[in-house]
Antibody
Framework: QVQLVQSGAEVKKPGASVKVSCKAS????????INWVRQATGQGLEWMGW????????GYAQKFQGRITISRNTSISTAYMEVISLRSEDTAVYYC??????????????WGQGTLVTVSS | SYELTQPPSVSVSPGQTASITCSGD??????VCWYQQKPGQPPVLVIF???KRPSGIPERFSGSNSGNTATLTISGTQAMDEADYYC?????????FGGGTKLTVL
């Protein structure tokens, strides 16, 4: 079945960086964009950006421009998201999700299980 | 920037119909999808393209979208439907989520 499996929880100090991985299985990795979404504890979903695994093209929400980088290793069907200059407000669960798109819009299915990133001194 | 507005909470009795709204300027001109999220779990797609159900989603989940409001309707609500629900739309360059609605079945 189509599945996205993310790396484990991370604890980082303010100012550090973190790189979260998302391994895809059950489908052709290059054929679907991967998106990243985060969710602070008790809060809603916040879209961060996308990547085309085939071309490597990326797009980022304005809020995260310059602070996140989405990349991939197609040989192992894995996407990555790196966040730099971490601050306490970045403490959240980070999700990857497979994007399905047609002329009618975009939706995410499935989602990874989530990776908790805690930023604390 | 484009915003989607959802009520923070909705309550429904078991077996009754729950309606969760999502409002945005000319939202009916965009396609909306809905996700269900239970505590400690990732979101799950329950409606896409306004009113289509993915395989495995019960028929009691339906959606509509017109004017400035999209609606997720759950008919014959069950206790297992208690969760947070998020709408999502795309304006061609930016993807946005609604703030989420906590559905309580009591």
């Amino acid at each position: 079945q189509v599945q996205l499996v993310q790396s484990g929880a991370e604890v980082k100090k303010p100012g550090a960086s973190v790189k979260v991985s998302c391994k895809a299985s059950g489908y052709a990795f290059p054929s679907y964009d991967i998106n990243w979404v985060r969710q602070a504890t008790g809060q809603g979903l916040e879209w961060m950006g996308w990547m085309n695994p085939d071309s490597g093209d990326t797009g980022y929400a304005q809020k995260f421009q310059g602070r996140i980088t989405i990349s991939r290793n197609t040989s192992i069907s894995t996407a990555y998201m790196e966040v730099i200059s971490l601050r306490s407000e970045d403490t959240a669960v980070y999700y990857c999700a497979r994007e399905v798109r047609d002329a009618s819009g975009i939706w995410f299915d499935p989602w990874g299980q989530g990776t908790l990133v805690t930023v604390s001194s | 920037s484009y915003e989607l507005t959802q009520p923070p909470s909705v309550s429904v009795s078991p077996g009754q119909t729950a309606s969760i709204t999502c409002s945005g300027d000319k939202l009916g001109n965009k396609f909306v999808c809905w996700y269900q999220q239970k505590p400690g779990q990732p979101p799950v797609l329950v409606i896409f393209q306004d009113n289509k159900r993915p395989s495995g989603i019960p028929e009691r989940f339906s959606g509509s979208n017109s004017g400035n409001t999209a609606t997720l309707t759950i008919s014959g609500t069950q206790a297992m439907d208690e969760a947070d629900y998020y709408c999502q739309a795309w304006d061609g360059s930016t993807l946005m989520f609604g703030g989420g609605t906590k559905l309580t079945v009591l």
